[in-house]
């Protein structure tokens, strides 16, 4: 497959697209070169996946054209886009839950006897592929049984197995740990080797240095520019990207909280993955929460949450009350609000309007006799939560599915906001966020803080946690390893109390 890399195998002209109340994509063109990695960078709500969604079919262009390999094309459908030789790799997981991960790797191109599919053929060629990429899963498991950030290298896996030679890649590394990245790149490294062509979107700009050899500037739905990598820098990208410059992605650390007002007490905590947890949160403090994949942060914020598996043992306290928060119904109740990780799967209802998904946990709250729904309480608590996050939605009963990330983002935070929580956790708050909504969000965490509100804050991040937190607790293997004080925050300590190395 190898090939002369100035070969052009992917032009996109003038392409327009427009949603109900919604100018998504106006007159943009964009070409990739065999052997070659075009980053795709932009705000939320740029127009990037919309414009990638157009190319493998799920959307149909309102104007504009396809020019693949040197002809014209018709991508009506994903269908059309396979047997043309492309792939996505989509932000979040498209994998079939209930499935093995050996099925879902080789879905829709299995071997098989006749009709028969063939489980050993189907198993050895999925190993293959996942250790093509270094990645040590059983292909037998469920998918359901992994974690995020493994369900998205079995999706670039997947992706890979189809043997296109246009690949797409929408911001894939969003969940993954450090080394799971490079090996990613190592990956995107040996295809443009091969001669394939790859359009990698990413809202983090260091990723773009290493992987790019181009990079394409969207904002609003049009084309602002392409710039070499060599002619690239970050405050270059980042004003064509939104615009204006951006002096402060974190907010200034203010300590808004006195260990005399305890909101929150854990007390030997162990379950099926968690062993002798103990930590307290204060009102108007931000407890960051590190660790690497698998060490049990997010375990212990759906515990605390009343998600997954019940206590083995331990006490949890609650605004100075022992509480049994058996599952999220009497959290909610007690005035507890959790922002998960996965906000396509867990965090919102993407067939229902804004206005819908912001009311959900107060619908006891706006109804008579708990039956009959009071539609001019919901919309103003809507519409004042809309306005109070600048959320830009161009109505309150648009379908949340239309708005971009960061505002998706935002919906999820004012439907927690609508509760009025004397607790929030945010667990990866703004992965797959660009540099602009990332700022907004950081600035209204810290604003709860502000307000009295306790917060503890999950993140792979470590300058997003040192930035906010005001203390940080380190877990490895389902267990509290380190507690930072603020004077104390180091990356260098933080990394290793995660990995279990000593401090020099």
């Known amino acids: 497959m190898r090939s002369n890399n100035s070969e052009i195998i992917l032009e996109m002209r003038n392409i327009s697209k427009s949603f109900p109340g919604v100018k998504a994509l106006s007159d ?3 070409e990739c070169k065999r052997g070659e990695v075009l980053c795709l960078v932009g705000e939320n709500g740029a127009g990037k996946s919309t414009l990638m969604k157009i190319l493998v079919g799920v959307y149909n262009q309102d104007e504009g054209e396809i020019i693949l390999r040197g002809k014209k094309v018709d991508i ?10 492309i792939s996505i790799i ?3 997981s498209n994998l079939v839950p209930h499935l093995s991960v050996g099925e879902n790797v080789l879905l829709g191109h299995e071997p098989s006897r006749g009709f028969i599919i063939n ?8 190993k293959t592929w996942l250790q093509r990429l270094n990645i040590d899963i059983n292909p037998r498991i469920p998918v359901y049984k992994l974690s995020v950030a493994q369900q998205q290298m079995i999706a670039i896996v997947k992706a890979l197995s189809l043997n296109a030679d246009l690949v797409i890649m929408d911001e894939p590394t969003s969940s993954l740990p450090l080394h799971e990245v490079e090996t990613l790149f190592n990956c995107i490294r040996a295809l443009k080797n091969e001669g394939r062509a790859i359009i990698y979107i990413s809202h983090r700009l260091e990723e773009v240095f290493q992987i790019a050899d181009r990079v394409a500037v969207l904002r609003d739905g049009k084309r602002v520019g392409v710039l070499s990598r060599e002619g690239a820098d970050k405050s270059t990208l980042v004003r064509m990207m939104i615009g204006r410059e951006v002096e402060e992605v974190y907010p200034e650390k203010v300590k808004t909280f006195t260990v005399d007002k305890e909101i929150l007490s854990v007390e030997n905590l162990t379950s099926s993955t968690l062993k002798n947890i103990n930590f307290k ?3 108007g ?3 960051g929460v590190a660790g690497l994949m698998g060490s049990g942060r997010t375990a212990l914020a759906k515990v605390i949450f009343g998600v997954d598996s019940p206590l083995d043992g331990g006490d949890i306290y609650f605004d100075g009350k022992s509480v049994s928060l058996k599952d999220p119904q009497r959290a909610i109740g007690a005035g507890i609000g959790f922002v998960s990780e996965n906000r396509g799967e867990e965090g919102l209802v993407f067939t229902l309007s804004v206005t819908k998904n912001i009311s959900l946990p107060i619908l006891g709250k706006i109804s008579y006799l708990k039956f009959w729904l009071n539609k001019n309480k919901e919309k103003k608590i809507a519409r004042t939560l809309v306005e109070e996050l600048k959320i830009r939605t ?3 009963n648009t379908q949340v599915s239309y708005l971009s990330g960061g505002n998706q983002q935002k919906v999820v935070l004012a439907k927690w906001l609508s509760v009025a929580p004397k607790l929030i956790i945010f667990d990866e708050p703004t992965r797959g966020l660009d540099i602009g909504a990332k700022a907004e969000i950081h600035y209204l965490i810290r604003k709860m803080a502000e307000n009295g509100t306790g917060v503890i804050l999950i993140s792979s991040e470590i300058p997003e ?3 906010l937190s005001d203390r940080i607790l380190v877990m490895r293997k389902g267990q509290i390893v380190g507690e930072l004080s603020s004077e104390e925050i180091a990356e260098h300590r933080i990394l290793s109390l995660a990995a279990g190395e000593k401090e020099d």
Request: charged fraction near 20%; avoid cysteine; aromatic fraction near 14%.
């Open 281 to 283: 949160l204060y009102r």
């Open 28 to 30: 943009v063109s964009l």
């Open 76 to 85: 009506s459908n994903p269908w059309d886009a396979y047997r043309s030789g």
């Open 90 to 92: 989509y932000q979040e």
């Open 465 to 467: 946690l040192m930035s």
């Open 394 to 396: 161009p109505r309150l």
């Open 285 to 287: 403090e931000i407890l």
């Open 119 to 126: 489980p050993t053929k189907l198993y050895k060629s999925a």
